[in-house]
Antibody
Framework: QVQIQQWGAGLLKPSDTLSLSCAVS????????WSWLRQSPGKGLEWIGE???????NYNPSLKSRLTVSVDRSKNQFSLKLSSVTAADTAVYYC???????????????????????WGQGTMVTVSS | DIQMTQSPSTLSASVGDRVTLTCRAS??????LAWFQQKPGKAPRLLIY???SLQSGVPSRFSGSGSGTEFTLTISSLQPEDLATYYC?????????FGQGTKVEMK
């Protein structure tokens, strides 16, 4: 059974870089996209970005300039780095497996649509001076 | 981004009640809608995807319906373990976005 375990620093100062990782056990990274999300009282649930096993990424435009999502296939892990954090980045951060569904248009082009069927346990990250 | 609006914010109900939660999208999202259940201190749990498909392992008392801009999640007979906050998520177009949640509490 696939399980996702996440870890990373929970207390940061403004301007620090947030760094979190997720390890997937009982299965492979291949064949899926893997996402990062966060949840704060002020903004609710927010999708941050995603990566697949080859390193292909998609990012939320609101965070793109500060965001790096990477994959380590040898360790079956993927990671999040968010630079120049502020108090607004205080949240519970989750990693999750995408449940991808595909829609094919008349030209055979595939559009991917993702919900999230497996989640890590969450990491509380607080940004405070 | 597509805005998702859930109503009500809080719903009080009794065990055995039929409960209906609503989610509205700011534009057409076809059937690309998911519902999640979240209990305090836990990660969200996928209940419904593609508006009406029941995720594996989810009790059949949960059902979803709708398309376009208006969707509902129905719990046919509320159980004590269903007390939680429920979120909808659109995945018609990037960036995927969530509603603000409906908290289901016991009357």
């Amino acid at each position: 059974q696939v399980q996702i375990q996440q870890w990373g620093a929970g207390l940061l100062k403004p301007s620090d870089t947030l760094s979190l990782s997720c390890a997937v056990s009982g299965g492979s990274l291949s064949g899926y996209f893997w996402s990062w999300l966060r949840q704060s009282p002020g903004k609710g649930l927010e999708w941050i970005g995603e990566i697949d096993h080859s390193g292909s990424t998609n990012y939320n435009p609101s965070l793109k300039s500060r965001l790096t999502v990477s994959v380590d296939r040898s360790k079956n892990q993927f990671s999040l780095k968010l630079s120049s954090v502020t108090a607004a980045d205080t949240a519970v951060y989750y990693c999750a497996r995408d449940l991808s569904e595909y829609f094919y248009d008349n030209n055979g082009y595939a559009y991917r649509h993702d919900s999230f069927d497996m989640w890590g346990q969450g990491t509380m990250v607080t940004v405070s001076s | 981004d597509i805005q998702m609006t859930q109503s009500p914010s809080t719903l009080s109900a009794s065990v055995g009640d039929r409960v209906t939660l609503t989610c509205r999208a700011s534009q057409n999202i076809n059937s690309w809608l998911a519902w999640f259940q979240q209990k305090p201190g836990k990660a969200p749990r996928l209940l419904i995807y593609k508006a009406s498909s029941l995720q594996s392992g989810v009790p059949s008392r949960f059902s979803g319906s709708g398309s376009g801009t208006e969707f509902t999640l129905t719990i046919s007979s509320l159980q004590p373990e269903d007390l939680a906050t429920y979120y909808c998520q659109q995945y018609n177009s990037y960036s995927w976005t969530f509603g603000q949640g409906t908290k289901v509490e016991m009357k």
